[in-house]
């Protein structure tokens, strides 16, 4: 799977920073239309924009990221449709509203040496991918004994790559012994974080019959009713070493980034992978209006 992935799939990753500022552009223009008459300030505006659009155009031509005076119905293949919206939004930004295209520009600098420094990372990894030297580190949102499907999914699945030979750290939530008494069966409490790794490990063992060495990390978390789910607290990456810090694996990515204020997974680990548990489709369709389960 790693090794059928697109590396180097640049100009489609940047696709997503062009349909931002187009749209973001297109809610300004509806917002300035929606507006009448001229202030005195805005007269002012006017006047002095022929010396500002001079400043930002030797602005934008450092910062290399935009053309303004690109031909807006100029031809790009496969990307034509949106790269000519967003070069009509340059356009008539430079027009309306130089500082704010001055503003979007810096921005997407930003974004362009992130993604070069992130591409040339993405190569160095796809070198050690090759010779099979690299870290899985897996984050999941429950742990047994809670007989859910992102406690045993993430643990069979890193006890059979650590089987397999490879490097594996699996996080998974503790819980307040207060709390735990709202999601395990009765009776089946831990102090602390070693009691319950060791339940966990013999589970493996028993019932699965899995033998494997991998690592075993919590990170702390609260139970939320409402949602019936587990929420990390504070910064999951952390708890991760450098030198684990290869290919992340996200184990239901919605919850563990609700209420995530970290760094940007993408730029703490070289590769990351969510694997999504929770079926939206079906509750769609079956959840009307916020009320009770209906069946379909």
């Known amino acids: 799977v790693v090794n059928s992935l697109p590396w180097r799939d640049d100009e489609m990753a940047g696709m997503a920073g062009l349909h931002l500022v187009h749209w973001l552009c297109i809610v300004l223009l509806a917002v300035t239309a929606a507006s009448r008459g001229e202030t005195p300030l805005q007269s002012r505006q006017r006047e002095r924009k022929p010396v500002i659009a001079h400043v930002v155009d030797a602005r934008l031509a450092q910062l290399s990221v935009v053309d303004a005076e690109a031909d807006p119905d100029e031809s790009d293949g496969i990307l034509d449709a949106p790269k000519r919206a967003y070069r009509r939004t340059l356009?008539?930004?430079?027009?309306?509203?130089?500082?704010?295209?001055?503003?979007?520009?810096?921005?997407?600098?930003?974004?362009?040496?992130?993604?070069?420094?992130?591409?040339?990372?993405?190569?160095?990894?796809?070198?050690?991918?090759?010779?099979?030297?690299?870290?899985?580190?897996?984050?999941?949102?429950?742990?047994?004994?809670?007989?859910?499907?992102?406690?045993?999914?993430?643990?069979?699945?890193?006890?059979?790559?650590?089987?397999?030979?490879?490097?594996?750290?699996?996080?998974?939530?503790?819980?307040?012994?207060?709390?735990?008494?709202?999601i395990f069966p009765k009776g089946k409490y831990f102090e602390t974080p070693a009691q319950q790794e060791q339940h966990i490990r013999k589970w493996l063992q028993m019932r699965a019959g899995v033998h494997a060495t991998f690592t075993l990390r919590f990170y702390p978390a609260r139970y939320d009713s409402e949602r019936g789910s587990i929420m990390p607290l504070g910064d999951i990456t952390r708890f991760f070493e450098s030198h684990e810090c290869d290919i992340c694996v996200l184990e239901e990515p919605e919850h563990l980034t609700w209420y995530y204020n970290g760094p940007n997974w993408r730029y703490r680990f070289k590769l990351v992978i969510g694997v999504v548990h929770t079926n939206y489709i079906y509750y769609a369709q079956t959840w009307a209006n916020g009320g009770p389960l209906h069946a379909a």
């Open 91 to 182: 356009v008539w930004l430079r027009q309306q509203n130089p500082e704010l295209l001055l503003i979007f520009a810096a921005a997407l600098a930003t974004h362009k040496r992130a993604r070069a420094a992130k591409g040339a990372q993405l190569e160095q990894f796809e070198g050690q991918v090759s010779i099979d030297d690299y870290h899985i580190a897996i984050v999941t949102t429950a742990s047994l004994p809670w007989m859910t499907g992102t406690a045993i999914n993430p643990l069979l699945r890193a006890a059979y790559l650590a089987r397999a030979g490879k490097r594996i750290t699996l996080a998974v939530p503790w819980l307040h012994p207060v709390e735990q008494m709202l």
